[in-house]
């Protein structure tokens, strides 16, 4: 199946640092990636629909100034948490849909974000 | 309103024995997908099924295969001949064809026994 990377699994930082996290899609051409959020025993939750070339469409009670959106390329998409703090802990997962079989979203295994 | 509910929230099967994880789901859009994921403890979405709203047999893929009941709205998921390795999350998601994300129910723990 198509395979979707994410950079990094995990990641530890210190309150008011930013965090910049790499969603690939590494098989196929993805026009259209999202980014979940995942916080412990819960549902995904979704963040944010990036197309390529555009911006990207937030869903509401999601700050686009806080979390930075590129889309940049059909196979890359990058979400920047900007001054993270300790509420922003969450597990960060992407998703994208493949260009030519638009039925199936795949996603990457998730990034683990742990703000001190 | 929930969109998509999954309304039991942890099951236990025994191994080799078949289990059925619900999923109803609300939408007045007349084309929509369903689909199911599980995720692990590792944390990574594994896509299991995919369920057109046209499609008119109901989905299989090795030993899952989705119960669809478009009237009833609800798309449940068996699992036949449960393994240990099939104890994770499942999530049952659905795309309207008007929007454009996957919209997530609940999830339900699936734990297998030996």
């Known amino acids: 199946g198509a395979v979707v990377s994410q950079h990094p699994s995990w990641v530890i930082c210190k309150s008011g640092t930013s965090v910049k996290i790499e969603c690939r899609s590494l098989?196929?051409?993805?026009?259209?990636m999202f980014w979940y959020r995942q916080f412990p025993k819960q549902s995904l939750m979704l963040m944010a629909t990036?197309?390529?070339?555009?911006?990207?469409?937030?869903e509401q009670g999601v700050e686009k100034d806080k979390f930075l959106i590129n889309h940049a390329s059909l196979t890359l998409s990058t979400l920047t948490v900007t001054s993270a703090h300790p509420e922003d802990s969450s597990f960060y997962i992407c998703?994208?849909?493949?260009?030519?079989?638009?039925?199936?979203?795949?996603f990457g295994p998730g990034t683990r974000l742990l703000v001190l | 309103a929930q969109k998509i509910t999954q309304t039991q929230p942890g099951m236990f099967v025994q191994e080799k024995e078949a289990v059925t994880l619900d999923c109803t789901y609300d939408?007045?859009?007349?084309?929509?997908?369903l689909f199911w994921y599980k995720q692990p403890s590792s944390g990574e979405m594994i896509f299991l099924i995919y369920?057109?709203?046209?499609?008119?047999q109901n989905a299989t893929e090795g030993r899952y295969s989705l119960n669809f009941q478009k009237a009833r709205k609800s798309a449940n998921l068996v699992i036949s001949a449960s393994q240990l390795g099939d104890s994770a999350m499942y999530f049952c998601?659905?795309?309207?064809?008007?929007?454009?994300?996957?919209?997530f129910g609940g999830g339900t723990r699936l734990m297998v026994k030996p």
């Open positions: 990036s197309n390529e070339g555009s911006k990207a469409t937030y």
């Open positions: 998703s994208a849909r493949d260009r030519e079989q638009q039925e199936t979203q795949y």
């Open positions: 998601a659905m795309r309207e064809w008007a929007g454009n994300m996957l919209t």
């Open positions: 098989d196929f051409q993805a026009t259209t």
């Open positions: 939408t007045s859009d007349p084309s929509y997908g």
């Open positions: 369920q057109g709203s046209y499609d008119q």
